[in-house]
């Protein structure tokens, strides 16, 4: 049986164990924040959006998808994309509703067209989902209660030419790779909680460290927008549409056990989706209830409300496979690179000289690699790959919080220092090696542990030790 051990992290953002690995996927200080600060930031996209129009991102261990969510509500926040219809010739077979000119009211309520109805199952939410795809609250106001309050949108509309959007130029290319296939399924359902919603937090795993670092303050810098779940989950369905046939996964999204990491507009709209009881069809009713959704949501009037169905110019490829053989098929080259796989002790694979070697043909001259491992290993095999190697540091907390890698070494901000590279000549510098990428991670780690066992290297612990009675010596100097 399939299950999931959920936390809420001290930003609000859901982090998960993995009992395989015996380890956690995301920090206890953030989910959000850690993508944003280990991943995004560094990748400093405001600059490289000034000289250049499109990217094309490559998320090795997806996950749950925070660095690919954080990535597109960076962009969004930054106005350097946005929800717009630019070709609404190009979207029109998926975008309209057949002729119908079903009205969507500013409070969410809508004509009823038949009487079919999909419950939440959960007691903390009153959310009824109508065949005709729309939500109905009980805590809002009636549509027959207030004629004011009920401005009426018609689904021909919804793409008017007289929106508020500016048009979009930029063309984004997001492939994510994940061995887990239910993860996929999961990421767009998790929800931002606050800070009184750790009290849900059961850690049902033995893992005392991690309760105890859940005490810390609560602290929310980074708020994402609703915008990105409604497109990873529109994307998750239509190129994963096997999700509807997952029992395990359904059964682990409805359980009373997790209901409040979900968010249940979305467990509400799978159900209608998978049940299809709307007459005008499978995506005419997805199309009209995310547009329902994002406008209570993020606007206020129609003339803010933007397109949160389509992005023209961005593209989104969740794959479920192992990386190693994803990207030796893969004909792109990526201008950006998250790799934020397991720690390199549990998961070798994706952390070797070939590996490296493999993501080097796949790089871009002015790209960069970015992961959260200070690992020497890691570094090591990253230069025997013909990677420039540097760190990545965290000005909020004034700590080196990880490793970049790219070809042109101008876009290193901060460099090895000589510690780094002495850790990179010691023992702990010998990488992982698995020449055919083929290798399981059993067989990967037993072999680097023969290899550091018979070598003639100085071992770190030795080193560490000379170099801080070196640096002691020269400080008293």
Known sequence: ????????????????????????????????????????????????????????????????????????????????????????????????????????????????????????????????????????????????????????????????????????????????????????????????????DKKYNNIDFNYEKINKLLKNDFSQKYKLKNDVNLFIFKNIIEKLPEIFDDIEFEENLTSKKYFAFFDHRFIALYKLLKNNQCKYGFYASLNTFLHNIYYRYI???????????????????????????????????YNLIFLDAFTPAKCPALWSLEFFKLLFEHLDEDGMILTYSNSAAVRNAMINAGFFVGKIYNEKINKFTGTIAVKNKSLIKYELSEYDLGLINSRAGIFYRDENLDLVNEAIIKAHENEVKTSDKISSSKFIKAYKKQKLNIDRC
């Open 1 to 196: 049986m399939y299950e999931i051990h959920p936390y809420f992290t001290n930003d609000g953002s859901v982090g998960l164990f993995s009992p395989e690995a015996d380890d956690i996927y995301h920090s206890t200080y953030g989910a959000l924040a850690e993508a944003y600060e280990k991943f995004v930031i560094p990748a400093d996209l405001e600059k490289y959006f000034q000289n250049n129009t499109q990217i094309k991102v490559l998320d090795i261990c997806f996950g749950i998808g925070y660095n690919t969510k954080s990535f597109l509500n960076f962009l969004l926040e930054k106005n350097i994309i946005n929800f717009q219809n630019k070709n609404q010739k190009k979207q029109k077979k998926f975008l309209t509703l057949k002729q119908n000119n079903a009205t969507i009211y500013t409070n969410n309520t809508v004509k009823q067209i038949c009487n079919d109805k999909l419950y939440s199952n959960n007691t903390n939410y009153n959310d009824e989902v109508y065949g005709n795809n729309i939500i109905m609250e009980t805590h809002e106001k009636n549509v027959h209660e207030s004629a004011t309050n009920n401005e009426a949108l018609y689904s021909n509309n919804i793409l008017a030419e007289n929106s508020a959007c500016k048009a979009q130029n930029n063309k984004i290319f997001i492939k994510a790779i994940d061995t887990d296939a239910k993860l996929f399924y999961f990421s767009p359902f998790f929800r931002q909680g606050l800070e009184k």
């Open 299 to 333: 606007s206020n009037r129609y003339k803010k409300a933007l397109n949160a169905l389509c992005m023209n110019d961005l593209i989104f490829e969740p794959e479920v496979n192992d990386a190693r053989v994803s990207i030796k098929n893969d004909k792109n080259i």
